[in-house]
């Protein structure tokens, strides 16, 4: 017998079996998670839609205003400077990109005027106010007032420091994964 009162092998055989269950549980969680990725579960992090697990749902039709979906933001100059300020993520999307979450307000042929304010086919969007500069006094460009063209959308959050089509205008609708759904969210 050891000092501590076990018999030789035994403390062996505990750190071997606590191991071997910390190795099987850490290798499970992986699995669940890889398992959740692939069945399109996303952690959404970001204050501009509940915080929590969210669910990509397959589109099989043209999306429609008021649908709340995840995007891959098109790799350009615009979304590049939206990563560097810090307003999206880093992701497995074109360019890098972490996917986002918002409402499509606009699809092909409705127009979009931007004042101070988005209106679509003349009807003001709520929670639309256009902000000249974000939280660390760094300016904000606004889209433009025009017609949203063919396989685009126009992206909207009601969140007011959100980054959206106010800022950066209509996106390919190729880059849409598909319809957001809540799974197990919180909102402060």
Not at 40 to 60: A, H
Not at 97 to 117: E, M
Not at 171 to 176: E, K
Request: aromatic letters at 8%; proline letters at 7%.
């Amino acid at each position: 017998m050891t000092a501590a009162g076990m018999e030789p092998g035994t403390m062996h055989r505990q750190r071997r079996f606590a191991f071997c269950t910390l190795s099987l549980a850490c290798g499970l969680l992986i699995l669940l998670l890889v398992a959740g990725y692939i069945g399109g579960l996303r952690i959404n992090t970001t204050p501009s839609e509940p915080l929590g697990l969210w669910r990509i749902v397959q589109i099989t039709r043209s999306i429609r205003p008021g649908e709340m979906v995840f995007v891959c933001p098109p790799d350009n100059a615009a979304m590049r400077e939206a990563r560097q300020r810090g307003y999206l993520r880093t992701g497995l999307c074109p360019g890098g990109f972490g996917p986002f979450i918002k409402t499509v307000i606009a699809v092909a042929g409705q127009r979009v005027v931007v004042t101070d304010r988005v209106a679509i086919d003349g009807v003001p969007i709520p929670n639309s106010r256009i902000i000249g500069v974000d939280g660390r006094g760094r300016s904000l460009r606004h889209d433009q007032s025009g017609v949203v063209r063919p396989r685009e959308v126009y992206l909207h959050s009601d969140f007011i420091g959100s980054w959206d089509s106010r800022y950066f205008g209509p996106v390919p609708d190729s880059g849409v994964l598909g319809l957001a759904q809540e799974v197990l969210t919180y909102a402060p």
